[in-house]
């Protein structure tokens, strides 16, 4: 995928359809800047570390909010859809 590329050394939650969700997004304090959103198909929230990826991807609840993936220097880590 594009992300090991593009992020091979950076921690980021990558948030998918985000321009349908950014309420919900917004409620989880995450910062959206609306005009280079405009019709994005994806969103790279950067995080300091793994630990806060996964914490961020977690509580984004799959039920009424996107898809979310965790990727930390460029390697797949989890979604929010997994147990």
């Known amino acids: 995928m594009w992300v090991d590329v593009y992020f091979a050394t950076e921690n980021i ?5 985000p ?3 950014i309420k919900y997004l917004r409620s989880l304090n995450i910062e959206l800047d609306e005009i280079n959103l405009y019709e ?3 969103l ?7 630990e806060d990826a996964i914490s961020l991807c977690k509580n ?4 009424c909010g996107p898809y979310a993936e ?3 220097m460029g ?3 989890s ?3 997994e147990k």
């Not at 939650?13 to 359809?17: A, K, L, N, Q, T």
């Not at 984004?60 to 039920?63: E, G, P, Q, S, T």
């Open 13 to 17: 939650v990558v948030v998918y359809d």
């Open 19 to 21: 321009v349908n969700h």
């Open 40 to 42: 994005g198909k994806i």
């Open 44 to 50: 790279a929230v950067h995080v300091v570390d793994a």
């Open 60 to 63: 984004i609840d799959i039920a």
């Open 70 to 72: 965790v990727w930390a």
């Open 75 to 77: 390697k797949y880590i």
């Open 79 to 81: 979604d929010n859809i």
